[in-house]
């Protein structure tokens, strides 16, 4: 077994993505040194008043590499973004379901829209910025040393460090000024979201003006913290630009005081300083790079170890043999402990309890969204835990209260039940459900569009779709959480005449009268306790669970 739980330690960067990480960033050192080389090389070439093919030929390696590291490093970026794209997802997939809190549900959000694209930049722009601009400037101090002599290499050396120090200090206070962007970004992109889901209920409650304002309240404080940045960040530029012209102002000083007179020595001096002063220049909003690095670091580090629950590998896992449920002195935490029950093949259950009392608990737990505290849960005489994910998903097919609807046509909706469903079978299992009034208001039919997220449906729609959606997969344990909660008695009564007429085990949670479901038995959740009832709608059944308390 696998030990992905709550504690399981930080994973690191894919292997692959640091493996590309450190390819490109050997290619920039690379090109640093050729292009040092090439600086060097046209400065010997002035002093010496050499042919210029040796410059040409030595600028033409730099310019070679500078494109193909640059291309290296767009394509990397690309390939990265994906290979983080595909942790992530990963991550989630396996993830408890109840770790998706808004709070979560936002920081995954801005990730996926921005942390992760703005890691597209880092082979290409990021690792050229932190590795070629420092190094070139050290390499070009050895070839002043070359043309001009210890003394004068060792001036600009002191010149451009502290050249670079300046540029430093001036980083220092722009991150510190930015340090807020990313949670203020965040913050923004929770209540934008917010907004766009809950337009309608907040505009009925508060109303229009009212409705936007804790959207306004985090716009507000995000400009702050903007007009802050830019205030620091004329203050950087005006630092950086007195820091790029140091290194040059100083040299040409020395030349003055030192009584330099050769003019190709003082003009190879003048090159090569001033090549190596302006990649200095390069590091004046570097602030803002790491800080936006850092912060989606830091989220991609946090969303990828994420609480979640282990899986059997596959030479441990085990096939259940049928599709009976038993809970085996079954509890969570104190929502309730020492639940047994036996729920046969083709059983029809209601479960009943107060708003909070842990009825869509249970049906997590059955499902596997998580584990028990307590106790262990078999399907087939299987325990779920070793049970892989693949195939555990093909015995359940499960409908929310709150249908999820993508953008689409009510036939995609539906086929993801059963990617492989016919276009009959969709129609079929759509009438079953309810929605033959959907399917002929419109001459397309099954594939008609039903707007963004579902826009042009009704609630009870909705729900009629996702029940089409649970019915079209057949698998043998159907499970309704609230399902028909939008849906009138008349209609609620045909869904669950033919959900009666399937040979499937049904298990539901509904604050309705339960008889129009011809429960075989129904739970009971309440202060902890989980009750029975064995109804003789059944002759035949036995019995399908015991009662318990905590």
Known sequence: MTTNNTNSARKPLPEQVKRRLYLVGTGWVLVAVLEAAAYIVLALAIV???????????????????????R?????????????????????SQAKLSWFTEHHRTQTTHL?????????????????TFLHAPLLPLFLVGGIGLVGGVTIATLSAVLLAGALFIQYKAQLALIHTDSERHSADVNTTKYTLELI?????????????????????????????HKSINRSASKTTFLSTLATILPLAGMASYLVVSGTTEPLLILSLLI??????????????AGFAINDVR?????????????SLPEPKPENAQQPNHHQLQLHNVGLSDIFIGANA??????????????????????GLLMRFDDPTQGRITLGGVDIKQIRYDVLTQYFSYVAQDPIVFTGTLADNIRLGKPDASDEEIERCARDAQLSEVIDRSEFGIHQLVGQKGEALSGGEGQRLAIARALIKQAPILIFDEATSALDDATERLIAEHIHSLKTTVIVVTHREPSIWQPTMEFNIQNQTVTHRIHSAKPNARKAIAETSA
């Open 197 to 225: 889901d809950h337009l309608d209920l907040l505009r009925a409650t508060a109303g229009p003006k009212r409705a936007i304002e804790r959207i306004e309240t985090s716009w507000t404080k995000q400009e702050k913290i």
């Open 48 to 70: 010496e008043q050499q042919t210029p093919m040796y410059v040409l030929a030595a600028a033409g390696a730099a310019i070679l590499a500078t494109v193909i590291v640059t």
């Open 272 to 285: 090569l300083i001033t090549r190596a002063a302006a990649p200095l220049g390069e590091l004046a909003f």
């Open 72 to 92: 290296s490093g767009f394509l990397s970026g690309a390939k990265l973004t994906g290979d983080l794209y595909s942790a992530l997802g990963n991550a989630l």
């Open 342 to 363: 036996d729920i046969i093949e083709g059983a029809k259950v209601v479960i009943n309890g107060p708003s909070g009392g842990g009825k869509s608990t249970l049906l």
């Open 295 to 307: 912060a989606a670091i830091k989220d991609y580090m946090q969303l990828t170890t994420v609480p």
């Open 112 to 128: 996926a829209e921005r942390g992760i694209p703005g890691f597209m930049s880092i082979p290409a722009h990021q690792l050229q």
